[in-house]
């Protein structure tokens, strides 16, 4: 089998894809500081869920919102496990997979050892989006223990303490969930390189350039920002009294 050879363009097209791949949520929080994006605005609003919730008497509520969530996570989670499923059988499908792809006039690629690392590259972020959404189900059935644990009378300090403290496990485990949904955008563009290294390029620097608007100037991330700072002019929520206990 010959060597694989990729040419420039396709070189300055995968390094192009790496960078924007592994390093978006980094170099977005350095390049657009840390307001008004929706996963750090959202990151507020959690913690004043988690807040309310220390104080709410009745938790029910929150244990079933969390709940949908790790349903939302299960779906993805399985969807996930059946687009690996039918990469890795076209990947390991030998010669007669390639010839069948390379016969479509679409298809770019000059090589099976190019076909296969094309293939290869969508499982990859695949199968990372996999693992950030199973970590994301984890920390949320660890967020729905705390919940269950949380104190049913206690001071307000410690109650707001205790809260803030849930809202730093459960901000990791939806972010995990972001980074599993933010995968599908790298792996559709992953997916474009069987088209050439120009509709590779194209598709990375799409992708981003869709997330970064969904971040900061769609409607949705204008409404959590304000919903945000109204939440942070609000005072802290004090605990419901309870009634004395009869004697």
């Known amino acids: 089998m010959d060597a694989l050879r990729l040419s420039t363009l396709d070189t300055v097209a995968l390094a192009l894809f790496a960078i924007a791949w592994l390093a978006y949520e980094p170099l977005v929080k350095a390049a657009l500081g840390r307001?008004?994006?929706?996963?750090?605005?959202?990151?507020?609003?959690?913690?004043?869920?988690?807040?309310?919730?220390?104080?709410?008497?009745?938790?029910?509520?929150?244990?079933?919102?969390?709940?949908?969530?790790?349903?939302?996570?299960?779906?993805?989670?399985?969807?996930?496990?059946?687009?690996?499923?039918?990469?890795?059988?076209?990947?390991?499908?030998?010669?007669?997979?390639?010839?069948?792809?390379?016969?479509?006039?679409?298809?770019?690629?000059?090589?099976?050892l190019l076909f296969e690392l094309q293939l290869a590259l969508v499982l990859l972020t695949l199968a990372r989006g996999l693992l950030d959404f199973i970590w994301a189900i984890r920390?949320?059935?660890?967020?729905?223990?705390?919940?269950?644990?949380?104190?049913?009378?206690?001071?307000?300090?410690?109650?707001?303490?205790?809260?803030?403290?849930?809202?730093?496990?459960?901000?990791?485990?939806?972010?995990?969930?972001?980074?599993?949904?933010?995968?599908?955008?790298?792996?559709?563009?992953?997916?474009?390189?069987?088209?050439?290294a120009t509709a590779f390029i194209a598709a990375t620097i799409s992708a981003v350039l869709l997330l970064v608007w969904r971040q900061r100037r769609s409607k949705a991330a204008v409404a959590i920002a304000d919903l945000r700072q109204i939440l942070e002019d609000l005072p802290p929520p004090e605990p419901v009294a309870k009634p004395p206990a009869e004697i």
Do not use: C
């Open 35 to 112: 307001r008004h994006m929706i996963n750090l605005d959202m990151g507020v609003i959690r913690v004043a869920w988690m807040r309310n919730m220390a104080v709410r008497e009745n938790k029910f509520m929150d244990g079933q919102l969390l709940g949908h969530t790790i349903n939302s996570a299960s779906f993805f989670a399985s969807s996930n496990l059946l687009l690996i499923a039918a990469a890795a059988g076209v990947l390991f499908g030998g010669e007669d997979a390639f010839r069948s792809a390379s016969s479509l006039i679409v298809i770019k690629t000059s090589s099976r």
């Open 139 to 196: 920390q949320m059935n660890y967020t729905i223990a705390v919940i269950g644990a949380a104190p049913i009378s206690a001071e307000a300090a410690v109650l707001q303490t205790y809260g803030e403290a849930s809202g730093r496990l459960i901000n990791p485990a939806l972010s995990a969930f972001n980074a599993g949904v933010r995968g599908y955008y790298f792996a559709l563009a992953a997916a474009s390189w069987i088209f050439g």
